[in-house]
């Protein structure tokens, strides 16, 4: 039976060092908690075979952590 990984990650704002956040901006990044998580689910699938599905909920500027995630494998 193949197995079949599920991976949550969570788009937050990247903004300027100044610390405000501007929210017209058009891009997201990952949280950094998910990106260890997303990794380590590629290792387990490159070992034993499966499938990966990496998914977001938020606003139009989360699609752009799905593009970076579908970017690591």
């Not at 990044?29 to 699938?45: G, S, Y």
């Not at 909920?57 to 699609?63: D, L, R, T, V």
Request: proline fraction near 7%; glycine fraction near 10%; charged fraction near 20%.
């Amino acid at each position: 039976m193949p197995h079949h990984i599920i991976v949550s990650i969570k788009s937050i704002v990247s903004g300027p060092p100044d610390g405000l956040v501007h929210h017209s901006q058009e891009t997201g990044e990952m949280n950094i908690f998910d990106r260890p998580v997303l990794e380590a689910a590629l290792r387990i699938r490159e070992e034993i075979g499966g499938s990966i599905t990496a998914m977001t909920m938020g606003p139009e500027a989360s699609k752009y952590v799905l593009f970076e995630a579908m970017s690591m494998g």
